[in-house]
């Protein structure tokens, strides 16, 4: 099972989108997927409409360390991709595990109860520091961070999200390592020269730091996202060919590339997603092959 945490000190560079499509794509791949959202503002709990909503969510999970999965995982529309909701409504879970003497572990020690029923877990954060957010990454075996093409926004990763990942090092006396962390592009205009200097900019700057790579695939900023979650859709199924004319790539492309670069051992599943729906013969087929 891979856990990777979508995270940012910064808010609304696109996390729950993020978080959202990548994890419908891995979905149509076949993959068994869990989202985890543990943003106060529950914005990925509603981007997909639930088959079947749990009695509990995030709360029960983090506050009693509830292990009965029946209770806490609730069934997306899209087969293979399920999601531990976010209720807690009156922000209480930072609070309860700032003062846990296990509170920045407690999702990692929990995590085992996952395992044999999903090979990818995508945890949505909130956009601040935070010891949830510290616990998400403390969890993960990738952290992946979307950053805007704007010279702010670089700052604030600077500033933020990589003193986030150098302030839990000390961790490592535990055994345990910070993710590697890769920096998502997001919302490029194409034709920015701004964008791209600020593009450049940011792979200049980390192109010799360990552990922090900027991604090759870049997601444009098109109106098809805000479609899809309107419609509560991944974006690869509304969009799967480029329009004419246009020179951002579709968004079945794009989020091919996203994947295979940040999945590259799921590479034969995930270059086989279509733009189709699939069939609930081919899902029951492909999410029946994993152990």
């Known amino acids: 099972m891979q856990v990777v945490s979508i995270i940012s000190t910064k808010g609304g560079v696109g996390k729950t989108t993020t978080a959202a499509n990548l994890g419908g794509f891995a979905a149509d791949a076949g993959l068994r997927v869990l989202l985890l959202d543990l943003d106060v503002q529950p914005t990925l709990s509603s981007y997909y409409e639930l088959a079947h909503r749990a009695s509990g969510g995030i709360y029960e999970l983090l506050a009693f360390n ?70 998400a990454v403390l969890a993960s075996d990738l952290a992946l961070s979307p950053v805007t093409p704007e010279i702010l926004a670089a700052r604030e990763l600077r500033r933020g999200t990589m003193q986030l990942i150098e302030d839990i090092a000390p961790y490592r006396h535990l055994g345990i390592e910070p993710p590697p962390l890769r ?60 329009p004419p004319g246009r020179v951002a790539p579709s968004a079945l492309n794009t989020m091919r590339s996203l994947a295979g670069e940040l999945f590259p051992a799921w590479h034969a599943d995930l270059v086989c997603v279509s733009g189709r729906e699939p069939s609930a013969l081919d899902a029951g087929r492909s999410h029946g092959k994993r152990t």
């Open 183 to 242: 920096l998502l592009i997001n919302r490029v205009h194409p034709v920015s020269s701004n964008a791209k200097l600020i593009q450049q900019a940011l792979r200049d700057l980390f192109q010799d730091h360990e552990g922090i790579r900027v991604l090759d695939t870049v997601v444009p900023a098109i109106e098809v996202y805000p479609r899809a979650a309107t419609r509560g859709l991944p974006v690869h199924r509304v969009e799967y060919r480029q």
């Open 66 to 135: 509830e292990r009965d999965l029946g209770q806490l995982v609730s069934r997306t529309i899209i087969a293979g991709l399920d999601l531990v909701i976010s209720n807690d409504h009156r922000g209480e879970l930072n609070t309860l595990l700032l003062h846990a003497p296990d509170g920045r572990l407690r999702l990692r020690h929990l995590l085992p109860i996952l395992a044999p029923f999903y090979d990818l877990v995508l945890i949505d954060t909130q956009g601040a520091r935070s010891v949830t957010l510290e616990m």
